[in-house]
């Protein structure tokens, strides 16, 4: 198992991407925490019965004091924490004209503060610890901008890709690693709100013409916090069926 002993943290895993995230690690001997502002009790008692070792945070990443002692608790309760994945997310659709000024304050809140609290509140732990990985869940949005997702999503995910690089950049001397996945049309809650025509679009605009799975996600992050990356650091991995090869 390639995770054996280790205390991974993942945010947003009451279900979607951030679940199998934290399936996954379980099964290769993590143990899981589960944050979610909901559903995270329900989450960590199906891993649990399923025989995992897995508990739950109810949490909102956006509140900064909230993050900083359920951070600490988790140490001082599991004894270190090894691996942080910042995937909860939200998002708004729409353009520039649609979108107004609270739904561009809550989603920088959420999806560059949050990201910013947890590692904030985790990195001390690990540089005494002398070692952890953190990866981001980004969005090809970050990358390239989309004209659907209102522009404030992009933006918020282009920040936690200068962010990885930054911190990859700053933490390497701690044997801390920093790195991000970027996802395109994964088959969650959030791309569930598409109309058939838009699925249907999407689907044909990307070279393997289909939908990815949370797990194809899951399986990109486990390569990035296990011993098999250990020589990388600051990196974005694709995992959007080829439709953006950079
Ligand atoms: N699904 C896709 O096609 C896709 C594509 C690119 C990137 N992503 C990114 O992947 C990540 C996971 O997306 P998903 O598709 O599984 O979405 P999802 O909506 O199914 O799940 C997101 C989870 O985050 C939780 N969450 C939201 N706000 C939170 C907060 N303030 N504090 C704690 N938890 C919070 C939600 O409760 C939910 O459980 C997100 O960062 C998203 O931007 C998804």
Redesign the pocket.
């Known amino acids: 198992m390639k995770l054996e002993h280790k205390i991974a943290v993942i945010?947003?895993?009451?279900?979607?991407?951030?679940?199998e995230i934290a399936q996954c690690f379980a099964k290769e001997g993590a143990h899981v925490v589960i944050?979610?502002?909901?559903?995270a009790m329900e989450a960590a008692t199906n891993l649990q019965k399923a025989g995992f070792a897995a508990e739950a945070r109810a949490?909102?990443?956006?509140d900064y004091k909230q993050v900083a002692d359920s951070i600490d608790a988790i140490v001082s309760e599991l004894g270190s924490l090894d691996i942080l994945v910042n995937?909860?997310?939200?998002?708004a659709r729409g353009t520039i004209l649609d979108l107004d000024k609270e739904q561009w304050l809550k989603i920088m809140d959420?999806?560059v503060n949050?990201n910013f609290y947890l590692c904030k509140a985790a990195i001390p732990h690990m540089i005494r610890q002398k070692g952890g990985s953190i990866v981001n869940?980004?969005?090809?949005?970050g990358k390239m901008g989309d004209i659907t997702a209102a522009p404030v999503?992009g933006a918020s995910?282009g920040a936690i890709n200068t962010l990885t690089k930054s911190l990859a950049r700053q933490l390497a001397e701690f044997g801390i690693r920093v790195n991000a996945v970027?996802?395109?049309?994964?088959?969650?809650?959030?791309?569930a709100e598409w109309s058939p025509e838009k699925r249907k679009a999407v689907i044909e605009s990307i070279p393997l013409k289909r939908m990815?799975q949370?797990k194809d996600?899951a399986q990109a992050a486990l390569f990035l916090v296990s011993d098999n990356a250990s020589f990388i650091t600051g990196e974005t991995i694709n995992v959007n069926g080829g439709y953006l090869m950079d």
Do not use: C, E, Q, W
């Open positions: 945010t947003g895993a009451a279900r979607g991407i951030g679940f944050v979610d502002t909901k559903g949490l909102d990443i956006s995937n909860a997310g939200i998002i959420v999806n949050g869940i980004t969005s090809i949005a999503y995910k970027a996802p395109h049309a994964i088959d969650t809650d959030m791309s990815g949370p996600v």
